[in-house]
T-cell receptor
Framework: GAVVSQHPSRVICKSGTSVKIECRSLDFQATTMFWYRQFPKQSLMLMAT?????????EQGVEKDKFLINHASLTLSTLTVTSAHPEDSSFYICSAITGGNEKLFFGSGTQLSVL | QKEVEQDPGPLSVPEGAIVSLNCTYS??????FMWYRQYSRKGPELLMY????GNKEDGRFTAQVDKSSKYISLFIRDSQPSDSATYLC??????????FGTGTQLKVEL
């Protein structure tokens, strides 16, 4: 299957700081990437759809000014959690879709802990 | 009502058992169905991908879709301790947005 690399895998930061998470498609070009959030023992919650060269589309209830998404190239999307607070602590996962089908491949996830 | 319902478990089985994991869905527009395996604190890994109704087999895994009853299943034969993980079903009607179940936690014991 296609490879999606996500970095960092774990980050601990102080409240009020910003954290950037990178998502790269290693062996394919991804015009669309997705960012999910997952709380313990819960399913994936789609936060936003990241489109190369255009603004991201955010799901209802997700603050676009807090979760900044940039998809500057066909292989890289970044999620920046701005002014992080303890309630932002969660597992963030990116994914990318290959070609024109619905096969979605995920990164390894980033565990964010805000102190 | 959630669009995709899945029993969260946990489900515990002995090694070698046949495991049956199931989901139901409510959206008739769903055409594509997937099963993902997720180990703790890792990203989900695509296991099976099925279009419309029918069966699909890959090694010890069989995915089954019954659109008439809006029921999807994943069977794992000869289960191994390494199969212990959370299994997520997902569906979409086309396009890129998937709807996930909550995941079923499976534990295969020695």
């Amino acid at each position: 299957g296609a490879v999606v690399s996500q970095h960092p895998s774990r980050v601990i930061c102080k409240s009020g700081t910003s954290v950037k998470i990178e998502c790269r498609s290693l062996d394919f070009q991804a015009t669309t990437m997705f960012w999910y959030r997952q709380f313990p023992k819960q399913s994936l919650m789609l936060m936003a759809t990241s489109n190369e060269g255009s603004k991201a589309t955010y799901e209802q209830g997700v603050e676009k000014d807090k979760f900044l998404i940039n998809h500057a190239s066909l292989t890289l999307s970044t999620l920046t959690v701005t002014s992080a607070h303890p309630e932002d602590s969660s597992f963030y996962i990116c994914s990318a879709i290959t070609g024109g089908n619905e096969k979605l491949f995920f990164g390894s996830g980033t565990q964010l802990s805000v102190l | 009502q959630k669009e995709v319902e899945q029993d969260p478990g946990p489900l515990s089985v002995p090694e070698g058992a046949i495991v049956s994991l199931n989901c139901t869905y409510s959206n008739s527009a769903f055409q594509y169905f997937m099963w993902y395996r997720q180990y703790s604190r890792k990203g989900p890994e695509l296991l099976m991908y099925t279009y419309s109704s029918g069966n699909k087999e890959d090694g010890r895994f069989t995915a089954q879709v019954d659109k008439s009853s809006k029921y999807i299943s994943l069977f794992i034969r000869d289960s191994q301790p390494s199969d212990s993980a959370t299994y997520l079903c997902a569906a979409t009607g086309g396009g890129n947005k998937l709807t996930f179940g909550t995941g079923t936690q499976l534990k295969v014991e020695l």
